[in-house]
């Protein structure tokens, strides 16, 4: 989605309130499809199918003037293109490859960044001495600091440490 260009909404972990529609369609699937869990995967499946029929055709919702998303859903006029744009960074950033379990060479040394980014390009800005701000493409994924060999993300927190 980030190669297409569009970014995602973060917020943080426990913080239901940033994004209450989200959450409450989460409580609703939840207390109506996996209260008891179905039997098998075949019929949690379905479940799920059904509840996805009637959540976006039949319910209204009060956001939508009691209409229901189906009706006021339109595709996208933006073509999906047959192959991904590559992300560019700025002539000054240190672009690094991400290997398929997640991480990055920086002078010799391992530094974890994200697996869900295999195979995918990373840029790092130095920011101050040792500091790095690190991109995939226009989205900032946090702050590496060269002394501890690891990436801190927007909210604080630091990725696992990896050998």
């Not at 989200?22 to 996996?34: A, S």
Request: aromatic share 10%; with cysteine.
């Amino acid at each position: 989605m980030i190669r297409l260009g569009i970014l995602p909404d973060l917020t943080e972990p426990g913080s239901p309130h940033q994004n209450g529609r989200h959450e409450r369609m989460h409580l609703t699937l939840k207390r109506e499809c996996t209260r008891p869990p179905r039997p098998s995967r075949g019929q949690q499946q379905r479940c799920f199918d059904r509840w996805r029929h009637e959540y976006n055709t039949l319910r209204p919702h009060e956001a939508l003037v009691d209409a229901t998303p189906a009706s006021v859903y339109h595709p996208s006029p933006r073509p999906y293109p047959a192959r991904l744009p590559p992300l560019d960074y700025l002539g000054h950033y240190e672009v690094r490859r991400v290997s398929r379990n997640g991480g990055i060479r920086w002078h010799k040394h391992w530094v974890n960044v994200r697996q869900t980014l295999g195979e995918e390009y990373v840029g790092l800005v130095e920011i101050d001495d040792g500091e790095w701000d690190v991109y995939f493409g226009p989205l900032r994924l946090g702050r590496f600091h060269e002394r501890t060999l690891l990436i801190e993300d927007a909210l604080g927190r630091q990725y696992r440490r990896s050998y």
